[in-house]
């Protein structure tokens, strides 16, 4: 039986071999299970909080193969005292030699004195269990571990600092307000009044749906912080897909993955741009030559489409635009008619339509060009494409940008339109965005369900007593986010998908 209260220790650095690797110990016992290995001038009882001391860590006399006391490595231990720790608890750091092999004999002297090795997360987990970090924090950690680009890094660091818990706080803070008082005033209508009630709550009602909206718009962006915008590239044979390909990947072309079981093989690929991160779609279709209908591209760049998050349109701007080309905008825009615009069951559903934005590349910008971007832009209209800025905005949004996969002429002006069509802009350090994830967005839809049937209640007149129930609704569903609404097995959950030793 897994106990809260054990001592627990794990590697908390990489595996393979290193100058030093730390292993890290947790909970009441810490500093006595370590001291009693721990020999040095001074006994680690005696270290105040955030001191360090040298010494060699032994097997005891009597465990092991030898009959005496055996010396395992060279260490410094650090011991931290609770509650001013990562976990709140007592945590002793002992930095050897960072040999796996090293490593692993340390651990089971460890767990010989009575310390028990740590799940995934466990550290992590006890820092939430201790109150010192909420869920959203905790899941921060991971984030800051796993980030792969400059902008996923910034903005995990961002909620590590509590951004999404304030927010989250606010707005729950709002909702409670509102369900106390219409208790209030139905237990004692002489001191609170209803009066008039219906158009207050219908104010809070809107402001918070809107705050929630834009929190669910932003787990898409932390879906393309986290995993990279999917970036599709299509164009006409000979506009320079390929090039514009190499162009991106530059120096960075070394992440290559292959998703079988598809008709064909996909190749995926990343490439970093203005700290952002791009997965190359279909990437094995821009390089087949053989196959003209395919790298026309009509039905490739449909199915891009669809999945991608980004387009990009290569065109030759030193010929004339041909009839593929146009057949290829056409092709893009086609869904654009047909899409609905947001409606309450969209709201239900996320985001439900594609509608990635394009970025009509003018490429070969370096020779005597024949296609303007004034052109394009006109093209761009016709096809009920909004330009990127544009306030009557269509659904999908374009943009035109001159380039040049042979000089790299125009590959930060792509960088700066990347940013800003997907992340407003630059981050900065001041401003706020947070990485939210799957759960986060199913439980701050399911609050903005449970707000859209008060604003319902509101609007048909019905006595203000049934608004509480759904605003208690939507307090416990934001509650999930935060880990103050406690469900089963979620916090076991989220802290499996870490790794050992954090
Ligand atoms: P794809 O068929 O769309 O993948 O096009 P490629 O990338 O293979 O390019 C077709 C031809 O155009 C090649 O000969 C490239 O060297 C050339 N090309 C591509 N981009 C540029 C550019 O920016 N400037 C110039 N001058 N030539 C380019």
Same mark, same amino acid.
Request: aromatic share 4%; hydrophobic share 40%.
């Given at each position: 039986?897994?106990?809260?209260?054990?001592?627990?220790?794990?590697?908390?650095?990489?595996?393979?071999?290193?100058?030093?690797?730390?292993?890290?110990?947790?909970?009441?016992?810490?500093?006595?299970?370590? !001291?009693? *290995?721990?020999?040095?001038?001074?006994? /680690?009882? @005696?270290?105040?909080? +955030?001191?360090? #001391? =040298?010494?060699?860590?032994?097997?005891?006399?009597?465990?092991?193969?030898?009959?005496?006391?055996?010396?395992?490595?060279?260490?410094?231990?650090?011991?931290?005292?609770?509650?001013?720790?990562?976990?709140?608890?007592?945590?002793?750091?002992?930095?050897?030699?960072?040999?796996?092999?090293?490593?692993?004999?340390?651990?089971?002297?460890?767990?010989?004195?009575?310390?028990?090795?740590?799940?995934?997360?466990?550290?992590?987990?006890?820092?939430?269990?201790?109150?010192?970090?909420?869920?959203?924090?905790?899941?921060?950690?991971?984030?800051?571990?796993?980030?792969?680009?400059?902008?996923?890094?910034?903005?995990?660091?961002?909620?590590?600092? !509590?951004? *999404?818990?304030?927010?989250?706080?606010? /707005?729950? @803070?709002?909702?409670? +307000?509102?369900? #106390? =008082?219409?208790?209030?005033?139905?237990?004692?209508?002489?001191?609170?009044?209803?009066?008039?009630?219906?158009?207050?709550?219908?104010?809070?009602?809107?402001?918070?749906?809107?705050?929630?909206?834009?929190?669910?718009?932003?787990?898409?962006?932390?879906?393309?912080?986290?995993?990279?915008?999917?970036?599709?590239?299509?164009?006409?044979?000979?506009?320079?897909?390929?090039?514009?390909?190499?162009?991106?990947?530059?120096?960075?072309?070394?992440?290559?993955?292959?998703?079988?079981?598809?008709?064909?093989?996909?190749?995926?690929?990343?490439?970093?741009?203005?700290?952002?991160?791009?997965?190359?779609?279909?990437?094995?279709?821009?390089?087949?030559?053989?196959?003209?209908?395919?790298?026309?591209?009509?039905?490739?760049?449909?199915?891009?489409?669809?999945?991608?998050?980004?387009?990009?349109?290569?065109?030759?701007?030193?010929?004339?635009?041909?009839?593929?080309?146009?057949?290829?905008?056409?092709?893009?825009?086609?869904?654009?008619?047909?899409?609905?615009?947001?409606?309450?069951?969209?709201?239900?559903?996320?985001?439900?339509?594609?509608?990635?934005?394009?970025?009509?590349?003018?490429?070969?910008?370096?020779?005597?060009?024949?296609?303007?971007?004034?052109?394009?832009?006109?093209?761009?209209?016709?096809?009920?494409?909004?330009?990127?800025?544009?306030?009557?905005?269509?659904?999908?949004?374009?943009?035109?940008?001159?380039?040049?996969?042979?000089?790299?002429?125009?590959?930060?002006?792509?960088?700066?339109?990347?940013?800003?069509?997907?992340?407003?802009?630059?981050?900065?350090?001041?401003?706020?965005?947070?990485?939210?994830?799957?759960?986060?967005?199913?439980?701050?839809?399911?609050?903005?369900?449970?707000?859209?049937?008060?604003?319902?209640?509101?609007?048909?007149?019905?006595?203000?007593?049934?608004?509480?129930?759904?605003?208690?609704?939507?307090?416990?569903?934001?509650?999930?986010?935060?880990?103050?609404?406690?469900?089963?097995?979620?916090?076991?959950?989220?802290?499996?998908?870490?790794?050992?030793?954090?």
């Amino acid at each position: 039986m897994i106990s809260e209260k054990d001592t627990i220790c794990a590697i908390a650095t990489g595996t393979g071999s290193a100058g030093i690797g730390i292993v890290r110990l947790s909970g009441p016992e810490a500093i006595g299970i370590a !001291g009693k *290995l721990f020999r040095g001038k001074r006994r /680690l009882s @005696e270290l105040k909080s +955030y001191t360090a #001391a =040298y010494g060699h860590l032994v097997r005891p006399a009597g465990t092991g193969r030898e009959e005496n006391e055996e010396i395992l490595d060279e260490v410094i231990a650090l011991v931290m005292r609770a509650p001013h720790t990562y976990t709140t608890e007592d945590v002793v750091e002992l930095s050897c030699h960072g040999g796996p092999l090293v490593m692993r004999r340390v651990l089971d002297v460890l767990v010989c004195a009575g310390a028990r090795l740590a799940e995934p997360g466990e550290f992590t987990k006890r820092a939430y269990l201790g109150g010192r970090i909420d869920l959203t924090e905790a899941e921060a950690v991971m984030d800051v571990i796993a980030a792969e680009n400059e902008r996923a890094l910034t903005a995990s660091l961002q909620q590590l600092r !509590g951004g *999404l818990r304030d927010e989250v706080s606010d /707005l729950r @803070e709002k909702i409670l +307000y509102e369900t #106390a =008082y219409i208790e209030s005033a139905l237990d004692d209508p002489e001191n609170y009044s209803l009066e008039d009630y219906a158009d207050r709550i219908g104010t809070v009602l809107a402001e918070s749906k809107k705050r929630i909206r834009s929190l669910i718009a932003g787990a898409e962006e932390g879906r393309m912080l986290r995993q990279g915008i999917r970036t599709a590239i299509v164009g006409r044979p000979n506009a320079g897909k390929s090039s514009i390909l190499n162009l991106l990947l530059g120096e960075e072309r070394a992440i290559v993955t292959e998703i079988a079981g598809t008709t064909r093989d996909i190749l995926e690929e990343k490439a970093i741009l203005g700290g952002v991160q791009l997965v190359l779609v279909d990437t094995a279709g821009i390089r087949e030559t053989s196959d003209t209908v395919e790298k026309i591209g009509v039905q490739r760049a449909k199915a891009a489409v669809e999945t991608a998050d980004l387009i990009l349109l290569v065109i030759d701007a030193a010929e004339p635009l041909s009839g593929e080309d146009k057949e290829l905008l056409r092709s893009i825009s086609e869904d654009t008619a047909s899409a609905e615009p947001g409606n309450a069951a969209d709201e239900k559903q996320g985001s439900g339509q594609n509608h990635a934005p394009i970025l009509v590349l003018l490429n070969k910008n370096d020779l005597d060009t024949v296609v303007s971007a004034k052109d394009l832009e006109q093209i761009l209209k016709e096809n009920g494409i909004g330009l990127f800025g544009d306030t009557d905005a269509s659904k999908r949004t374009g943009r035109v940008l001159e380039i040049s996969a042979a000089t790299g002429d125009g590959k930060d002006r792509l960088a700066e339109a990347v940013q800003e069509l997907f992340f407003s802009g630059k981050l900065t350090d001041s401003q706020e965005q947070y990485i939210l994830n799957a759960r986060h967005k199913e439980a701050l839809q399911d609050a903005l369900s449970a707000l859209s049937r008060v604003s319902d209640s509101v609007d048909a007149g019905v006595g203000e007593d049934f608004y509480t129930i759904d605003l208690l609704a939507a307090y416990e569903a934001l509650g999930r986010i935060t880990g103050e609404t406690l469900e089963d097995d979620l916090a076991d959950k989220i802290f499996k998908e870490f790794c050992m030793g954090k």
